[in-house]
């Protein structure tokens, strides 16, 4: 059984640029959720993916966006980059029909400059 | 928002000792999960209780929940120094599908 895996694990971008993460769901998951960690913070939603639609959005601008692929893996795509968008990014997977137990990938770290 | 909050914020025991963590929580939910998380990697699912049970046992961890005080506690007995790491609370947000809030977690530090 293969694990949740993203990339890259660590990025370095300016103010203003976009980025795009990405990540692939563990084996047998339907299901991706995002979530942003700023350092000394627990993790915040971002949104959630399932069957290739948006299910779900915590409180976050619309530069944030997402994609989910029919394989299930995931993108994180974040525009106009702002310096409080540096944090720890991370991604779970879950099944549609057991998603309250998130398996988290070891996460991509991001900073803003 | 955060609806979890964990407590103490840092917490620095022997080995051996038993380490007990605490969360409180705001709104009604269906379960709570405990996780652990390694300087700064990704968290590892540590256990679920749901809303309709008091305690689970999984190991050396004990997790209690109290609907009608909002709260949990994660007791890790006979510690070792592998489970230095942050410990997060996370529940269900019954509004925006299935995410979990998590909140600011505890800093468990274990000397041998």
């Known amino acids: 059984e293969t694990g949740v895996t993203q990339s890259p694990t660590h990025l370095i971008k300016t103010r203003g640029q976009q980025v795009t993460l990405r990540c692939s769901s563990q084996?047998?998951?339907?299901?991706v959720s995002w979530y942003q960690q700023a350092l000394g913070q627990g993790p915040q939603f971002i949104f959630q993916?399932?069957?290739?639609?948006?299910?779900g959005r915590g409180n976050f601008p619309p530069r944030f966006s997402g994609l989910q692929f029919p394989n299930y893996s995931s993108e994180l795509n974040v525009n106009a980059l702002e310096l409080d968008d540096s944090a720890l990014y991370l991604c779970?997977?879950?099944?549609?029909?057991?998603?309250?137990?998130?398996?988290f990938g070891p996460g991509t770290r991001l900073t803003v400059l | 928002s955060q609806q979890g909050e964990e407590d103490p914020q840092a917490l620095s025991i022997q080995e051996g000792e038993n380490a007990t963590m605490n969360c409180s929580y705001k709104?009604?939910?269906?379960?709570l999960q405990w996780y652990r998380q390694n300087s700064g990697r990704g968290l590892v699912h540590l256990i679920l209780?749901?809303?309709?049970?008091r305690e689970k046992h999984s190991g050396r961890l004990r997790v209690t929940l109290d609907t009608s005080k909002k709260s949990s506690s994660l007791l890790i007995t006979a510690s070792r120094a592998a489970d230095t790491a942050s410990y997060f609370c996370?529940?269900?947000?019954?509004?925006?599908?299935?995410?979990?809030?998590f909140g600011k977690g505890t800093t468990l530090s274990v000397s041998s």
């Open positions: 709104t009604s939910i269906n379960n």
């Open positions: 993916y399932y069957r290739e639609e948006e299910n």
């Open positions: 084996s047998g998951h339907n299901t």
């Open positions: 996370a529940t269900d947000h019954n509004q925006a599908g299935t995410a979990l809030i």
């Open positions: 209780i749901r809303s309709n049970e």
């Open positions: 779970a997977s879950s099944s549609w029909d057991a998603t309250d137990t998130q398996y």
